[in-house]
Structure formats: C-alpha cells, structure tokens
C-alpha cells in the first residue's frame, strides 16, 4: 500500500513540477469546422461539442488558459488546407482538432506531418488515415467510414433478414467507404447488392437518382449528411418508396443534427453508428442534458464527438503538464490517453491509432413528440478491422466506388 501511495505522490509531483516549468501565455488550439454552407449545421454541432467541454473545465488545462482559433473551411478540402496553414503559420497553435469531410481529411493529412504538428480527427472518418496511409501526428477519436457497417452489414442479413438491398449515396470518400463496408459483410453473409447509384456531394433534387431504384430490394442502403439528408428522406417518401421498401444506411443519415428538422417520413429508418443521443447511460444523460441546456436542442453524433475528442485534448495537456510546445510528447500523450466518462460508452485506441467502440444499431421513433434514435442493439468493441485479420485486411486495396456488386 505504501508503495501505491509513493507511487501517486511522485506522479503528482512531477506533474506539478511540469506544470510550474510550463510556459504562462495561453495554448492556442486551432479549430477548423465547415460553419457556412450545405454543412454549416454539423459544422456547429462539432464547435458545439467542443465549447461545452471548455466551458465546465473554465477554458484550463495544465495550469494554463486555452485559447480556441475558430476558422470556416466551408466544408472545401482545399480550403481546409488553406485555413490549417493559417493556424499553424501565422496562428502558431500548439495543436489543432476539427474538419468535417473525409476527404477534407485526406487533404489535409500530409501537411500535418510534414508540419509535425498533434492534430486530433473528430469526425473525419477516412479509412486510409489509420490503415494503408497512417498518418504519424493525426489521433483518430472518431471512426472509420466503414467501421460501423461492417457491423452493420452483417446485422442487416442476420437479424433484419433482408437478402437484397439497392445503395444511394454520395460519391466522394465517405460514401465510398461507408458502403464498401457494409457491401462487404453483408455480400459475405450471403446477400446481394444488386445495384449501386451515386450521387454529387452537391445534390439538390434526388428525383432523376430516385427513379433508379428498384422497387423489388428488401432494402435501400443510404448515405446522406447535413441539408441532403434532409431532401433524401423527404423525396423518398415522396416517390412512395417509404412503406413499400424499408430504408436503413448510415448512421449520418438520420444524426440528430437533421433529425429534429425531420418528420414522419424518417420513422422506421434503421442505421448503425458509435453514438445515439437517446443512448440510456448516466454519463449521456449528463452529456445531452448539458448540451440541450446550453443549446437548447438534443445532442447530435456530430456535438458528441467533439466533446469525446477534447476530453483527449485536455488528458494529453494534464499529462504534460501544459508543456504543449513539445509536440513530441504532446502526441505520445493524446496516443497513450485514456479518458472516462465518455457519451458514446468506453472506448480505446488500436495500435493504429483508431477507436475500438460500440457500435450502436438504432431506429427513428417518435417519443414523447420528438424523433429519435432509439438503440435497438449493441454491438460491443467493433474494431476498424472488424473480424478480419489486420495484417490479411490491409493487403486488400482501399474500398471505392469501383467495387462492383457480387454477382
């Protein structure tokens, strides 16, 4: 016992001691989310997040103030990049943490090695960034696109039973991912995809991509986000597909975020994510009774993840002391992080650098006048790799739009 307590103590000590070293003027964190255009809104649900943890920590970590460099990449890969030079170049940020899109992620990865700057991914979900393409400074919090349908795809023939299932997605990085995921362990299991329709990332009228789907699946696999997940889902229902073929897809299709803009037409949709906010665990009840406090609006996958992610953010600063001008050992720190109490359940780093989690199979109900992601099942400790061998799945090239359906 003695031994333990001598143990604490010195740790506690050289914290303090770290922390006494440790330069006074503020950390300078950049921030980079979309908060105009088509993604403005889950754009601010990430600043969201992220503003509600530094609000009850008093804006502190380490001994020092933080100071939070917000800027708008519009959701533009090249944008993004432009704004990460910004923070990093003229800013002089110690870390930065934030974007959306995955292939804003892909975008942006090599200069923040070749910056040698910590950078924490949130939300950006691109498969590559800790697999075939690991990158050495960015610390994945968030998921891989095709994590959670792996899953998913396999939930999908054993337990919903369906055999046959038309996809409608968006054509860039995610969508491809997300859908190769699912197309995988689903056609593994013995279903069939019998068709695939891509959409622009721009999409506005879904009426020439509706059209094309047959009326004959057991199920339509889709994938939309922020503004065009919203005209989905009316659309569907409009073309009289809503009732006449069940519709199940990721979990951003239905997220939160555009969830309390949805109405009946969204009833019924069944997709798998690493969050929900109807999640019914005390440390989410505390997280969206905060969230809807301060925003007055439930929580969203988008708000959850970056309130996850700074919980890294701060553990890795408390680890060092406040010392975050060694970028080294600020990575090492946000690498070995092992932060409690998380919305989402517990979760842990793989050795390449990307969480193992819950996934969470979830339908839309109506519950006391309000949508919501109510969990159906609970898949636990979901890898990247799911049940493949690592080293035999990253022989196999990255998913893409080119993976045809199994004949």
């Not at 691109?126 to 994590?147: E, F, M, P």
């Amino acid at each position: 016992m003695k031994r333990v307590l001598i143990v604490v103590l010195t740790l506690a000590m050289a914290v303090a001691v770290l922390r006494a070293q440790a330069p006074t003027d503020p950390i300078r964190i950049g921030f980079i989310v979309p908060l105009s255009g088509p993604f403005a809104q889950n754009g601010r649900d990430i600043l969201n997040g992220f503003l509600l943890l530094l609000d009850e920590v008093g804006y502190r970590a380490g001994g020092r103030q933080i100071q939070l460099i917000v800027e708008d990449d519009e959701a533009i890969p090249a944008q993004t990049l432009t704004k990460a030079r910004k923070l990093v170049e003229s800013d002089r940020v110690h870390l930065m943490a934030g974007t959306l899109l995955a292939s804003s992620g892909y975008a942006l990865a090599p200069y923040v090695d070749a910056q040698q700057i910590p950078m924490v991914f949130p939300v950006v979900s691109s498969d590559d960034l800790t697999q075939r393409r690991r990158s050495k400074w960015i610390v994945r919090t968030g998921w891989t696109s095709s994590q959670p349908n792996h899953a998913f795809g396999e939930y999908a023939y054993r337990t919903l039973g369906y055999r046959t299932v038309a996809t409608i997605a968006l054509d860039y990085a995610f969508g491809w991912e997300s859908v190769g995921g699912f197309q995988r362990t689903f056609e593994a299991e013995g279903g069939r995809i019998v068709q695939k329709t891509w959409t622009p990332i721009s999409v506005h009228d879904f009426a020439p991509y509706l059209a094309q789907i047959p009326r004959d699946v057991d199920a339509v696999y889709a994938l939309f986000l922020g503004r065009a997940a919203l005209q989905f889902m009316r659309q569907y229902a409009e073309y009289g597909l809503k009732g006449r073929v069940a519709l199940i897809g990721s979990g951003t299709t239905t997220d939160e975020a555009v969830l309390i803009s949805m109405g009946d037409e969204a009833i019924g949709t069944v997709t798998a994510l690493q969050y929900s906010a109807a999640l019914d665990t005390p440390d989410n009840r505390r997280f969206t009774t905060a969230f809807r406090r301060r925003y007055n609006k439930m929580a969203s996958y988008y708000g959850e993840s970056m309130y996850t992610g700074g919980k890294w953010v701060l553990a890795a600063i408390e680890a060092v002391g406040g010392r975050v001008e060694d970028r080294a050992r600020l990575l090492e720190a946000l690498r070995a992080a092992k932060p409690t109490g998380l919305p989402r359940g517990p979760v842990e780093l793989d050795e390449y650098g990307n969480p193992i989690q819950n996934i969470y199979v979830r339908r839309v109900d109506r519950v006391n006048g309000e949508l919501q992601n109510t969990v159906i099942a609970t898949i636990p400790r979901v890898s990247q790799f799911w049940k493949f061998n690592p080293t035999e799945y990253l022989r196999l090239p990255l998913y893409s739009r080119r993976v045809v359906p199994a004949s």
